[in-house]
């Protein structure tokens, strides 16, 4: 009976949003900000990798604001978990294999390197430093599958997440100080297409890298961990 | 002198109070009796003078006005002298007890406030200090706990519900009219339809009716007064719920005005017989109640609603013998009532709290100043005559009858004989009859007790004697409402249909007494009975055995009681039960299981995206 | 002039900062709260007076409306801000003595954001902007009920988090669509193309952000989460979301139903709803023996209140729903904060184990009593004047239906009045008179500073509403005037 | 090109229906991180690199992982 209710209910919603949805021209640049982010992006923020651009200089608040959210999960992951920490005895996790081991062993600083590739190259390459972190986290899920006992420094961890957020902020507040608006890109914005452009974004790409990723690795710690 | 100076000191005054308590006890007796003495007396002063002021102009876009008139002085001199007069007996009275700091300071903000009322200009302040009024009431009320925490919610519930509906009446005349100051509003509703002036009379009727305790909404009443401190009880009976009676005549005379209530509805139907019917109901049944009841304090109680049934009953009625009537008994029921609850208060603080007018009894010897408070008091709550209650008590039989009101009449004059019943056994049931044995060391009341009890007695001969000197203030309100007013000398009352003087009545009664006591001194002499001379069918029964007080008119008792009882009560608790239920049921909603609770969402969604599919609503 | 993304910036930066304080000193960490708050409160009273005369336009990053994100910092945001600025910061007083859990660092940083986020709701520009700070808001939200660890804490906060999780993503769908149509997230930018809600393009995306945002607002049938996360949280967390996160979910509707959409066909639907709400928050409300869920209820009725306020859609109506808004904000907070100090001394949430309080801790007591009086609305409390002005306000519309309307309202008021008087009777007067042994426990001072202070506000703009009726004015209009909030952005 | 996208498609939404079908939520995790990979791949296709690089890092790779860790921590059959 419920269920059946729960399916009416949402083909009546599902039925709005197509409803709603056909109105929607999809294929046709009719998107106007979008057709402006494309036609002048790369001229105005200096990054050739325009969803980057848009991600963080257009939007970039918003990217503060997504990586508070992130900050604030974890945070409160923690702090629950911190809390709520029911210690079962005797639970016993089986050793990996041997081709487990090997294999996260091999594989780590592979994807260290891949995810910090993500996030320097943000700028110009697909991804950044969203992608770039979560790769980097995976790498440490693997330590944590292929390596019995190693788990990250937590203190580490939280210096550099904290940095990477105060480094994200600081540039906004330079950009204030200077007389201008808050993240404002005020470093030269270089060739298009080398390493070295874009301003202040490389920069903020980096720090969310850093923070991202050491973020990530921090939950997948907590709840690894559960029974330290 | 500014009529914001009288606010402000008995404001300030009461958090004053409250604080000085912290530093010394007698610091703040003296203090809280000197405020109230002084509101008194600078009231006193403002007598036959009009003025009008803003005294605030912070609220919203309201200035808020005080006015004084000698209508409103009436009412405020009364509730001030009776106030300190409740707050000097409360010297003794409340030693005992704890929380003294917060006795005094609540007693003092109820009086502030009740000035408050009546010195408003408009009807935004007479609200918000209707509403102070309200809750500190509330939270004395409950001071003596106990039984006293159900009656303080049921005050408090049913004062919110009577002030809420006057809230939109306020309201609603401001945004009809655009003016909620009396002045400017007088008037105004002669050229509303009457279907507006009936709903705007109804919704101030709930709120003006539960604080007078009008019949179907006196339920509070009973259990406020009779679980309240006493001396507290002295005001809430004496002039808190005469606020109310000024909210009435404030309505009716101030805002309304008397030509269009007269012209409201035709005959039977019209507000002025639907309300006058009302006021003798509230007379006839609560005076039955009261002969029912064997607490000292809850008979006062059901004595106060059927008084103020007479007073509804004189004002409602429009003409100016009965609107005097009304206030003159106002201004007597004041005196009197207060009087009781004194004297009553004063036998409960000697005999630890006891009201069960069942264990008392002989209380004559003991406490003689107090019972002859007691004898003045009923003689005036009867209306005997040479006492002030006569006097209101004759204007409104005399109005009745000549007004071709039989049933009226009637119901006033059968509540005269009920209330004669009741206030025997009060008086006989505490001081007459045998003493009970573990009253025999009980001493006098305390003087700061006796003070106002004697006082306020002598003040019960005097207006009986010269009842011109209220009647002369109340003539003035009259005129000043465009009623014709009473040809009055300071003895009485002249009319073609019917003159009263009391000199003429002092001297008859002065002769008859002397012609009575003659005879009683020249026949034989009578045996004297002591207190515990129980000889009675041969035999000398024990001490203790036998007590007269007990089941009082047991007979009339047991016939009357099956009708009488409160059956709006029951109605009333019958209401809350099932809000209560209602309530527990409504709360089913939220079952706890998380799943439903998406789905209430989706089904919010779904039904609003449904319905603008299907119908196209917004 | 200050630059109002200050108000956003400083609190978030010092949350950040706050995990770096345990290599220096685990005692600092409490005081972040307190001064960041304080500089939010000090921001925002400073740009009060700039604001009544023109709305504040900053945008971010050096990119111009609609390119860029921009924030709006008008009489009603500013006004909001100022609240959130004041009540956290009373709270972050009150939280020195009362959080002594072990993990008092990630308390002070949840609370932090929780507060950024609730800023930046309030002053944002732009739509998407508006829904990031949101979800700060409800994450932050959703751990703080938990934080107490214990088995009902950690069910609420899941039942939180799945009701929130599913309005969230409603209102993303709902923005999605508002993108697809028009191209911009903008507000002021949709605003100007949105001419009516009739159609049903247009009419989904509406009823998509008002369901979302309504779950954090606590509409009804929107609301099944709150009475237990409001009574399983802290008490100090309680104030805060009572006080501030359900306001804000309320912020967003108006922000959305009246500048966004201009949807005033909506109007009608909203006022009885409101209506309904707070019926069933005062019923739930009557019977309630644990005082907490009984606030929670209470919040929920007067939610309805203020929602029935604002859709009066009359000037007056708006105007008195932002005040009945402040002062249930500031009334709801110290009810909350008293009560929690009387729960940490007599072990229990239940009303019974009230009894005697007013002999034991005599001045929460009596703010508790000052809280309750003020929220059934009796002068001179700051409760009164907000509903004088709804009802004046409705009954300004010389409508049977508002007369009606008025009297389901009143009704509730009598109900909440009821269980009200019956708690603080219980406070004062029920129990034994007084029994040897019973020492007056006097609360903390940093408990009773921050509730004194709430009582000295209710009491004093109770007496002189004016002090802030002057911004309530220029917000309404400014949800009003919505061509005029569109010219101001998009010259 | 049309019908890889259409097979994909298709293989999507068996693995989303088996994600809640199975009764063994290990495989329920499995399935799940399927259809995140097709989606990732989708994305590709419709040319945002972007998206599909975070929707393969994070819902492939890290959801998946803290799923797994959560069912082995709980139980690992529904009811």
Not at chain 1, 183 to 196: A, I, S, V
Not at chain 2, 139 to 154: E, H, M, Q, V, W
Not at chain 2, 520 to 539: E, L, P, R, V, W
Not at chain 3, 258 to 283: D, H, P, Q, Y
Request: charge should be positive; aromatic fraction near 12%; hydrophobic fraction near 55%.
């Amino acid at each position: 009976m419920r269920k059946l209710i729960s399916l009416i209910l949402l083909v009546i919603i599902a039925g709005g949003i197509v409803l709603s949805l056909k109105e929607i021209p999809f294929g046709i640049s009719k998107i106007k900000i979008g057709d402006y982010y494309i036609k002048k992006g790369i001229e105005e923020t200096g990054a050739t990798n325009i969803v980057t651009s848009v991600v963080v200089s257009y939007r970039g608040f918003d990217t503060l604001g997504e990586i508070t959210i992130l900050f604030t999960a974890a945070i409160g992951l923690s702090a629950v978990l911190g809390t709520y920490r029911k210690r079962k005895a005797g639970e016993k996790v089986e050793p990996p294999s041997f081709i487990v081991k090997t294999g996260c062993r091999f594989l780590f600083p592979i994807l260290l390197l891949v995810g910090a590739y993500i996030f320097i190259h943000g700028h110009l390459t697909p991804g950044g430093g969203f992608q770039g972190g979560a790769i980097i986290a995976s790498a440490f899920l693997l330590m944590y599958l292929g390596c019995e006992g190693k788990r990250i420094n937590e203190n580490t961890s939280i210096v550099v997440e904290v940095l990477g957020a105060l480094t994200f902020i600081v540039l906004g507040i330079i950009g204030l100080t200077i007389g201008k608006d808050f993240l404002f890109n005020f470093l030269p914005k270089g060739e298009p297409n080398t390493l070295l452009s874009a301003g202040i974004i490389p920069v903020i790409y980096i720090a969310i890298g850093f923070k991202v990723g050491s973020e990530l690795a921090g939950i997948i710690d907590h709840l690894i961990e559960k029974n330290q | 002198m500014n009529l914001s100076i009288i606010l402000a000191i008995a404001f300030g005054g009461a958090l004053l109070t409250y604080f000085s308590g912290k530093i010394s006890k007698k610091a703040r007796d003296v203090l809280a009796v000197l405020i109230s003495l002084v509101i008194a007396v600078i009231l006193a002063f403002f007598y036959n003078t009009s003025s009008r002021e803003i005294f605030y102009t912070g609220f919203l876009d309201f200035p808020l006005i005080l006015r004084i008139d000698t209508f409103s002085w009436f009412f405020a001199f009364t509730i001030a002298v009776i106030g300190s007069f409740s707050i000097i007996f409360s010297l003794s009275y409340i030693r005992k007890k704890g929380n003294t700091d917060y006795y005094y300071t609540m007693m003092l903000l109820v009086i502030a406030s009740m000035i408050g009322i009546i010195l408003s200009g408009d009807l935004v302040s007479f609200y918000i200090f209707w509403e102070i009024m309200s809750w500190s009431t509330f939270l004395l009320i409950s001071y003596n706990r106990g039984p006293a925490i159900a009656a303080g919610i049921k005050y408090i519930i049913m004062s919110v519900t009577g002030s809420v509906a006057m809230l939109v009446g306020i309201i609603s005349l401001y945004s009809h009219y655009g003016t909620v100051i009396y002045t400017e509003l007088s008037g105004l509703l002669y050229n509303a339809s009457s279907g507006y002036t009936i709903f705007i009379f109804v919704l101030f009727f709930i709120a003006l009716g539960i604080k007078n305790a009008i019949w179907p909404l006196h339920v509070w009443l009973p259990p406020a007064h009779s679980e309240a401190p006493s001396p507290f009880s002295a005001v809430l009976s004496g002039t808190l719920i005469k606020i109310g009676t000024y909210g009435i005549i404030l309505l009716i005379y101030v805002i309304v005005k008397i030509n269009v209530f007269l012209n409201l509805g035709e005959g039977i139907v019209s507000a002025r017989y639907i309300i006058a019917v009302t006021g003798a109901i509230t007379i006839l049944i609560p005076t039955f109640i009261a002969l029912l009841q064997d607490d000292a304090k809850r008979l006062l109680a059901w004595s106060t609603i059927a008084q103020a049934g007479y007073i509804i009953l004189g004002i409602a009625y429009g003409t100016s013998e009965s609107v005097a009537s009304g206030m003159f008994h106002f201004f007597n029921h004041a005196i009197f009532k207060a009087l009781l609850f004194m004297v009553v208060g004063a036998v409960e603080y000697r005999t630890n709290g006891v009201r069960d007018l069942n264990s008392l009894g002989g209380l004559i010897k003991k406490m003689p100043v107090t019972f002859v408070g007691g004898l003045i008091g009923i003689c005036g709550l009867i209306g005997v005559p040479l006492t002030n209650g006569f006097v209101s008590k004759w204007l409104i039989y005399k109005t009745l009858i000549i007004n071709n009101s039989p049933f009226l009449a009637f119901a006033a004059l059968l509540g005269t004989w009920g209330t004669i019943l009741y206030s025997y056994k009060l008086l006989h049931n505490m001081f007459l009859g045998q003493l009970p044995e573990k009253y025999e060391k009980l001493e006098r009341a305390p003087f700061s007790m006796q003070l106002p009890i004697v006082i306020l007695s002598l003040a019960i001969i005097l207006f009986g004697i010269l009842p011109g000197l209220p009647l002369k203030v109340i003539n003035s309100i009259e005129s000043g409402f465009g009623l014709e007013p009473l040809t009055i000398n300071i003895w009485g009352i002249t009319s073609d249909t019917g003159t009263i003087n009391m000199l003429n009545l002092f001297v008859a009664v002065f002769l008859i007494g002397i012609m009575i006591w003659l005879i009683f001194k020249g026949s034989k002499k009578s045996a004297g009975i002591g207190q515990y001379d129980n000889y009675a069918a041969g035999t000398t029964v024990p001490k203790n055995k036998y007590h007269y007080s007990v089941d009082f008119y047991g007979p009339l008792h047991r016939m009357i009681s099956p009708y009488l009882r409160d059956f709006i009560d029951d109605f009333y608790m019958s209401l809350a039960r099932s809000i209560k239920n209602l309530g527990n049921g409504i709360r089913r909603i939220y079952t706890g299981d998380v799943g439903y609770y998406a789905i209430y969402i989706m089904l919010f969604l779904a039904l609003l995206i449904f319905i603008q599919i299907k119908w196209k609503l917004w | 002039m200050v630059n109002p993304i200050l108000l956003i910036v400083i609190p978030l930066g010092l949350a950040f900062v706050v995990p770096l304080f345990r290599f220096i000193s685990k005692k600092i960490e409490k005081f972040i709260p307190f001064f960041a708050l304080l500089a939010n409160l000090i921001i925002s009273l400073t740009l009060f007076p700039h604001v009544l005369e023109k709305p504040i336009h900053v945008s971010i990053g050096g990119f111009l409306p609609p390119l860029g994100i921009n924030l709006v910092a008008g009489p009603l945001g500013i006004l909001f801000a100022m609240l959130i600025a004041l009540v956290g910061f009373l709270v972050s007083i009150y939280a020195f003595a009362y959080i002594k859990e072990k993990d008092q660092e990630k308390y002070h940083i949840l609370y932090l954001l929780l507060l950024t986020g609730a800023t930046g709701v309030v002053l944002t520009g732009d739509i998407f902007n508006l829904f990031v700070f949101f979800e700060i808001l409800c994450i932050s939200s959703y751990s703080l009920v938990a934080y107490f660890g214990d088995k009902p804490g950690i069910e609420s906060a899941v039942k939180y988090l799945i009701q929130g999780a599913v309005g969230s993503s409603l209102v993303l769908i709902g923005i999605g669509l508002l993108y697809g149509q028009f191209g911009t997230l903008n507000m002021a930018d949709i605003a100007s193309n949105i001419h009516s809600v009739h159609s049903i393009s247009v009419f989904i995306p509406l009823v998509l952000l008002i369901t979302g945002f309504g779950v954090e607002a606590a509409i009804f049938p929107l609301n099944a989460w709150l009475p237990d996360a409001h009574s399983s949280a802290p008490s100090s967390i309680s104030a805060i979301l009572s006080g501030i996160a359900i306001e804000v979910g309320l912020y967003a509707i108006v922000r959305v139903v009246f500048t966004l959409f201009g949807a005033s066909s909506i109007l009608t639907f909203l006022l009885f709803l409101g209506v309904i709400t707070l019926l069933i928050g005062e019923l739930c409300a009557f019977n309630q023996e644990n005082i907490k869920r009984m606030l929670a209820y209470s919040s929920i009725g007067q939610i309805g209140l203020i929602v029935f306020a604002l859709s009066i859609g009359s000037l007056s109506g708006i105007n008195g729903g932002l005040f009945q808004l402040v002062s249930h904000t500031l009334s709801k907070a110290l009810l909350f904060l008293a009560a929690g100090y009387m729960i940490f001394r007599s072990g229990s949430m239940n009303i019974s184990s009230f009894e005697g309080m007013g002999k034991k801790m005599p001045y929460t007591s009596f703010a508790f009593t000052i809280g309750a009086f003020s929220i059934v609305g009796l002068p001179p409390f700051i409760g009164f004047p907000g509903k004088f002005m709804i009802l004046k306000a409705a009954l300004f519309e010389q409508d049977i239906l508002f007369t009606i309307l008025v009297f389901l309202i009143l009704l509730a008021t009598i109900i909440e009045g009821a269980y009200f008087f019956r708690v603080v009777q219980t406070i004062y007067f029920k129990g034994e008179k007084s029994t040897p042994g019973q020492e007056r426990e006097i609360a903390p001072l940093s408990v009773l500073i921050p509730v004194f202070i709430f009582v000295g506000l209710i009491v004093v703009i109770g007496i002189y509403p004016k002090l802030i009726t002057e911004i309530l004015e220029s917000s309404a209009s400014e949800l009003l005037n919505r061509a005029d909030y569109i010219k101001n952005i998009l010259p | 090109m049309e019908i890889v996208i259409l097979i994909l498609v298709f293989l999507m939404i068996v693995s989303a229906i088996a994600a809640l079908i199975f009764k063994d939520l290990m495989n329920a995790v499995i399935a799940s991180c399927v259809v995140s990979l097709i989606a990732a791949v989708l994305f590709y296709f419709l040319q945002a690199p972007d998206v599909a690089m975070a929707e393969a890092a994070i819902g492939a790779a890290l959801v998946t992982g803290i799923f797994v860790i959560a069912v082995k921590r709980t139980k690992r059959f529904e009811e």
